[in-house]
């Protein structure tokens, strides 16, 4: 039996090699800490469907190779999405100094509208840490992301990042910011909410009502 979902969102996971992305991933979809993670060869993919705003909405979750020989293939899958993590990791220097080119290739290639969460992962790597919540939280304010730091190994706020993520979305698709009409939004009705509205458009017509008829 098919899920049952009122829209679907297209979700990148990006971000430089190392930094926990596929953890999230595994974590997101099932709950648990991968333990034998190993670096990302091209594209992994996962999806889930949860509750945002009295909606059902399927995540469709994109999670791409951080190494620079992948650049070319993961690319590809940036147009039409519709949302994205962007991961540093909070003890890699290395991997916060490099968010700003994987900006730049994501607001580029994806949607216009595309709604970017970053996250500060290995939060539960204190002692270890590299990157300060202030100069993270600086970062997203300077470029229009919302921001929060999230562990994969103890699962802490990465449900809440996707969540964020999509609430966010679906906000901008009720006040008519994003229109989903528009096939690179990354954001696809299912099957049966379609099915309603093309039965729900015939029987206005047949009835003559083409308005906001009262019964």
Known sequence: MSESYDYLFKFLIIGSAGAGKSCILHNFIENKFKEDSSHTIGVEFGSRVVSVGGKSIKLQVWDTAGQERFRSVTRSYYRGAAGALLVYDVTSRESFNSLSNWLTDTRNLASPNIIIILVGNKKDLEETREVTFLEASNFAQEN?????????????????????????????????EID??????????SDSVIRNNFENRQKASSSGCTGNCRP
Do not use: H, P
């Open 144 to 176: 229009d992301l919302i921001f929060l730091e999230t562990s994969a190994k103890t699962g802490e706020s990465v449900e809440e990042s996707f969540l964020k993520c999509a609430k966010t979305i679906l906000a901008k698709i009720e006040t008519g």
């Open 180 to 189: 989903i009409q528009n096939t690179s939004s990354g954001i696809q009705f």
